[in-house]
Each structure stands twice: as C-alpha cells, then as structure tokens.
C-alpha cells in the first residue's frame, strides 16, 4: 500500500503513478480453480492494464492434469470478458483490453502434476528456471496458493525440500496462503507452526481479501490523516460499534465447504475482526506494515474471552430458513443442494465483544454476518454518545438522532454522518439529517476483484495488507469457546430467519437488552 496525496478531484491518476512491480514469476497452485478464473486473473489483467507488471514477468499456471496451452489461455480470456462485463464487480464496464491481455497471456505457460508428489517440485524447479531465463524475471518468484486448505501444508514443505523457496543474492521467494487458514485454533497453530519451519514470516502472505477492498484500506487513512477524528475516538465518546457484513447470496454451490465451516469461521476471524481491528487499534508508530500489524494484533489480543455464560448470552446463531429475496421465493438452507437435511450449520452470527483496554472499556462491539439477507452491505457504524442534556425544549435527550458515523464498505463505497439540525419553523424542532461522501463523486475507479494491490503488493515486498501469524491465532482464540460451545452443546439454540430478512429475532435482542438497536440493512 503506497501513500500519496493528491486531490480528490484529480480522480484515479493516483493510481497510475505507483510504479511498476520488480521482475518475478508467479507461480499459481490451483490454476484450473475458480479463483485463479473469477478473481486472480482478472487482477492479474487489471494490474497489466495499469502498467503494473514488470515486462520481465511470467506466470506458471500450475494444475494437477495437462491442458494444452492455447486452451487454458482461451479458458482464463473467457473469465477476462465475463469480469469486464459485469456490472456487478465495479462502476463501469470497460471494454476488453486485448492489449493487455496479450501481455499476460504471452507470458503464461502450463505445468502440470500431482502436488503431493516430490517428483513434481523437482520437475517445477527446473520449468521455473528454464521460464525465468526465457522472461529474464531473474530469481525473484511468488508462489500464490489457490487451492483447497488442506494442501497448504503440504505444498510449503515440498516447495522447501525442493530448494524452491530458498531466497540468494538479494532475490525473494514469497508464499501467499488463502483463507481459510485453519478450521480453529489449533490447527490455526499447527499450520503456522509447519510453514514456519520452511519459511520466515517475512516470505508468508496470508491473505484476507477484505484488505484489498479501498474502502477498508481508507479506515486507516479516515482516521490517521485527519485530526477531528482521533480525540473522539475512545469510550469517553463513543457509545457503541457496529459491524455488518449482510450478504443477499445463499451457499451457492459450495455446501461442501460451507456445511463444515458455517458463517462463523467463514467470516469473523478474518474478514469480520479486519474491519474490528481497523477501527479500534491505536496510532501506529509509522505506516511500515509491522507497526501497523502490532497494533491490529493488540487489539485482538484485547478481545475479552468469552467464558460459556458470555457465549450463551452474548452469541446468536442463526440459519436461513425459506424466504422471499427480490420477491422470488428461495429455498432454505437445509434444502440447498449437499445440504443436509437437518444440518445445524449456522449461516448467520451476531455477537457483542468488548475490549480490555483503556480506549475501549464499557464499550460494546456488535458484530453480525449472514448470508441470505435483505440486502448485500458491509457498513461500520460508530455512534457516539448523547449531547449531555437536554436543552432544547420538548426533545428530551433520548429522543435526540444519534450521531453516528457510518462507513459503507461495499456495494456502495462512502461514508455518512448523521447529526440534528432545526427543522426549519418558528419553533425549535429538531430532525435527523446526514452528510454523505461518496467514492464515485470524487476519484475515478473502475471494476476491480480487490486482489490488485493484493498481488501487487507481494511483489513489492509490503506485506501490510496481509495477516501476520499472530493475529491470526488471536482471531481464532476469540471464536474458539464460541466454536466448543456448539459443537458440545447440542441444546444450543439455532434460530431460523427467513431469508430476505435482517436475520433472527434473538439478535435483536442483544441490542434491545442495553436500549440499542441495528441499523437497518437497507
Ligand atoms: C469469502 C467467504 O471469504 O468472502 C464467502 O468464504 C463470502 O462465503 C465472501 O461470500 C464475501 O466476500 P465479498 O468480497 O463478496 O464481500
């Protein structure tokens, strides 16, 4: 993440001043997956067209059975077009850059092999040193792990037997490892603890996409490069947080994963405590990615744990039901495809955590994800406390608009502030109003996956946007008594919402009981 100042109105030629990557190969595992098609390749194209990519740079798309190159090539072009045509992933469509296209597909080659096998590392060590010679892109390569979580493992220590990730004269050797990285804290520690023994942290990029997304990337800049926000920012000011990350798509065609994974380990001890721990963690010593990650581990290493009353009281978990979304009836989740039938999977969590620090005692952080909701948003809502009393005639106090910054992560990128203002008349009355910013009114930005400055980034050697190994385990020691409580407890509740709806009762509740409420999802 580079840092420049320019004028809002200057639109996106930020964008186009960073410079250009070092040479490298990127070597993907898991080439013929759908992330490599749907999110990685479009970056990869985005970053071309950006003039990101060194013309020493080449891709070896690595899969476990052979495909002829010019048909790979045809496959991933076809991800290319659908991604520039869909409205859905950005403000504008744009039409396709053969250009640049070109320019990544040239420098694409296929290799294929069993990715348990030694023999297939051996053989990759050579086709990397004959790509390398072939594109000039030197000793420097990132090996980018787009494959199913139980290979991760494996492929790091395989990649260090074969001599693969050994770093000589100043070149790098870089691993970026997908989510999810472990299923609990366990195996969080175990799988730390086996890439550990391969390669230094330095070489480790974990990865958590929310952090590609520039509106997460501008909580830090929203509160560090202006001054009105930071004294105000502590519990002497602010009420309460909310977290919600809704999502309108069901599982998908992915029962198998998300049957043994549900909503909370899908999305709370990554994407979820991202956006936490960007709003609460204190000023970092500089923007150098370890002064900024020390700070996000602190706060979730401040997390208070939760013991089984708190988890009881303070956690909802809910599951779809059958619904109306759009006005088109949908299927409960028990009745998605690979679903099971009387599956206890949760497809949507609520939670209030605190923080045991000095900036944040006594205030509550409410936090909820689900899919199958009303409406897609992401929105950080920090509400600040009630004006001290009342002075204006007939509106008491609690009946004043609380003021509440709100930050719209996605599908509408902003922020607002709601405050009071006299509604015009003879009399004082007053009304909720609200400023809102806008990304689209001030910068020009086009469709991105948000892997961009991700695997970009990497290749400059800034891991701030990525996940360090502690943090990681803070995140999955905060959800574990959650995860042992419902995997003990079979009398846990499990409360169905329908779909299309703004989730379960109960988790009104965890607001009602100190006199709040959720913002609508609207
Ligand atoms: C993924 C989860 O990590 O994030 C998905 O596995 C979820 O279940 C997705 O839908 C949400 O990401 P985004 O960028 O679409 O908000």
Same mark, same amino acid.
């Given at each position: 993440m580079d840092v420049r100042v320019e004028d809002? $109105?200057?639109?996106s030629a930020a964008q186009q001043q960073a410079q250009k990557a070092p040479p490298c190969a990127l070597v993907i595992f898991g080439a013929g997956g759908d992330l490599t098609k749907r999110l990685l390749m479009p970056a990869i194209y985005n970053l071309s067209k950006a003039k %990101?990519?060194? &013309?020493?740079f080449a891709i070896i798309a690595v899969d476990r059975t052979p495909k002829p190159i010019e048909a790979y090539r045809e496959y991933l072009a076809d991800g290319i077009r659908s991604f520039v045509s869909d409205t859905a992933s950005g403000p504008a469509t744009e039409p396709f850059d053969a250009q640049a296209w070109d320019f990544v597909a040239s420098r694409i080659s296929h290799f294929a092999g069993d990715l348990t096998k030694p023999d297939t590392y051996a053989r990759l060590h050579q086709t990397h040193e004959k790509i390398a010679a072939e594109h000039q892109t030197g000793a420097n390569a990132v090996f980018y792990l787009a494959v199913g979580s139980q290979l991760f493992g494996t492929i790091v220590e395989q990649l260090g037997a074969a001599g693969l990730v050994q770093e000589n004269n100043g070149s790098f050797r870089r691993v970026i490892i997908e989510k999810p990285f472990g299923s609990d804290l366990a195996s969080a520690r175990a799988l730390n603890a086996q890439i550990l023994r391969v390669l230094s942290e330095s070489q480790i990029y974990r990865m958590d996409h929310f952090l590609g997304k520039e509106t997460v990337q501008n909580i830090m800049v929203l509160r560090f490069a202006n001054g009105i926000f930071e004294p105000m920012w502590n519990r002497d000011h602010i009420d309460h947080v909310q977290i919600s990350v809704a999502e309108t798509v069901g599982v998908e065609r992915r029962a198998r994963f998300y049957e043994a994974t549900g909503a909370l380990r899908d999305m709370v001890p990554n994407h979820v405590f991202q956006l936490l721990s960007l709003i609460a963690m204190g000023p970092p010593n500089s923007f150098a990615a370890d002064a900024v990650r020390t700070e996000k581990h602190k706060v979730l290493e401040a997390l208070h744990p939760l013991d089984v009353a708190e988890v009881r009281r303070n956690v909802v978990r809910g599951q779809y039901g059958r619904g109306l979304l759009n006005g088109n009836p949908v299927p409960a989740y028990r009745e998605e495809p690979g679903v099971a039938p009387d599956s206890v999977t949760e497809t949507y969590v609520a939670m209030q955590l605190g923080i045991d620090n000095w900036r944040w005692a006594g205030v509550p952080f409410y936090l909820r994800t689900g899919k199958r909701m009303t409406r897609r948003t992401t929105e950080i809502a920090i509400q600040f406390k009630q004006a001290? +009393?009342? %002075? +204006?005639?007939? $509106?008491?106090? &609690?009946t004043l608009t609380p003021n509440v910054l709100a930050l719209q992560i996605q599908p509408d990128e902003g922020a607002s502030m709601q405050f009071s203002a006299k509604i015009p008349g003879p009399e004082i009355s007053l009304g909720g109003v609200r400023m809102n910013f806008s990304y689209k009114d001030y910068f020009n930005t086009e469709p991105t996956t948000g892997y961009e400055t991700l695997v970009y980034d990497c290749m400059i050697g800034d891991a701030m946007l990525f996940n360090r190994a502690d943090a990681v385990e803070a995140g999955w020691a905060v959800v574990q008594p959650i995860l042992d409580l419902w995997r003990n407890d079979k009398t846990a509740p499990l409360e169905i919402y329908p779909a299309g709806s703004a989730g379960p009762e109960a988790a009104d509740t965890l607001l009602w009981r100190s006199g709040r409420q959720w913002r609508p999802i609207t």
């Open positions: 809002g $109105t200057q639109g %990101l990519l060194s &013309d020493k001290p +009393f009342a %002075l +204006f005639r007939n $509106t008491p106090v &609690d």
